[in-house]
């Protein structure tokens, strides 16, 4: 449990964005890393908390980041209120609606 959630940006492929802070004003002093990546009309930007890709159905096992690209992958036809919905719904079916954590998305 608690592992990183990177942002995803996929585009001709799916990349990890790696620069990343912590939760902003949890420390009084913290490292910011900044880095910057173009995104075309065609590109999906995908930031998620880790409540997403460690949702537990009832035999303990995580929905996952593969599963999280699947959705992504069969959904990609539709527009970034469409994908949000997508991926909430199925993360809330595979967890039988028990929620454990936030569910935090932003699709653009």
Known sequence: MGKHAYPLLRSQNVEHLRATVTVLGLFEEWDCQVAEAQLLP????????DGIVEAMNANQEEFGEAALLR???ENRHLDA???????TTA????????QSDDLTLLVA
């Open 42 to 49: 065609s590109d999906l930007l995908v930031i998620y908390t």
């Open 91 to 98: 993360v809330q079916q595979f967890s039988a609606g028990e």
């Open 71 to 73: 959705i992504l992958q």
């Open 81 to 87: 209120g469409g994908l949000l919905t997508a991926v």
